[in-house]
């Protein structure tokens, strides 16, 4: 069970739209429509945007979106605002009631 | 609203059992499984395990020969116990929930940070 793969750091301007990956295999992401997405602030606990690779839990601005080709996943925010940077973190279900996290990416906003 | 509040202490000697636990308000014991997870310093998250209202759990694989998690639903409560810990196991310690048929964490504690050293 190998964590997912992120890219460490990814930045863009305000206004403009940023992508960030999370790759998997068909054993997780590929195998199953249940990634989730978590934005987390230095020292504070992470917080749910992304759920069954597309949905937006109440409360997340549509500025944030999932999706999902193979086995890889994405999380997209346009509209970049400075409130947006902070640390993201995507889980994918991995079957036997297991989850398997990416190792994280930092989003700068410039 | 559900709330979750870990607790327990935040330093641990090498090769004792790291023991934490995690209070529930707000929400009903029996809708979630009631999960653990950590951060190492600069690392990304790993999920540890869960439980459910029945008793039933599972471990990560990597962990599940250290790990045991227990419940006391009379106290709206559920418990992590890490053994042999090694400075590897210094991390935050969240407590999170996953709403029954779902497969995501909705709910999460504060964090608590564990460190291990002599």
């Known amino acids: 069970q190998s964590a997912l793969t992120q890219p460490r750091s990814v930045s863009g301007s305000p206004g403009r739209s940023v992508t960030i990956s999370c790759t998997g295999t068909n054993s997780d992401v590929g195998g199953y429509d249940y990634v989730s997405w978590y934005q987390q602030h230095p020292g504070k606990a992470p917080k749910l945007m992304i759920y069954d690779v597309t949905k937006r839990p109440s409360g997340v601005p549509d500025r944030f979106s999932g999706s999902k080709s193979g086995n890889t996943a994405s999380l997209t925010i346009s509209g970049l605002q400075a409130e947006d940077e902070a640390d993201y973190s995507c889980?994918?279900?991995?079957?036997?009631?297991?989850?398997?996290f990416g190792g994280g990416t930092k989003l700068t906003v410039l | 609203q559900v709330q979750l509040l870990e607790s327990g202490p935040g330093l641990v000697k090498p090769s004792e059992t790291l023991s934490l636990t995690c209070s529930v308000s707000?929400?009903?014991?029996?809708?979630?499984?009631w999960n653990w997870l950590r951060q190492p310093p600069g690392k990304g998250l790993e999920w540890i395990g869960y439980i459910h209202y029945s008793g039933s759990t599972d471990y990560n694989p990597s962990l599940k020969s250290r790990v045991t998690i227990s419940g006391d639903t009379s106290k709206e409560q559920f418990s992590l116990k890490l053994s042999s810990v090694t400075a590897a196991d210094t991390a935050v310690y969240y407590c999170?929930?996953?709403?029954?048929?779902?497969?995501?964490?909705?709910?999460w504690g504060q964090g608590t940070l564990v460190t291990v050293s002599s």
């Open positions: 999170a929930s996953v709403s029954s048929g779902n497969y995501y964490f909705d709910y």
């Open positions: 707000g929400g009903s014991i029996s809708s979630y499984y």
């Open positions: 889980c994918s279900y991995a079957g036997s009631y297991t989850v398997v």
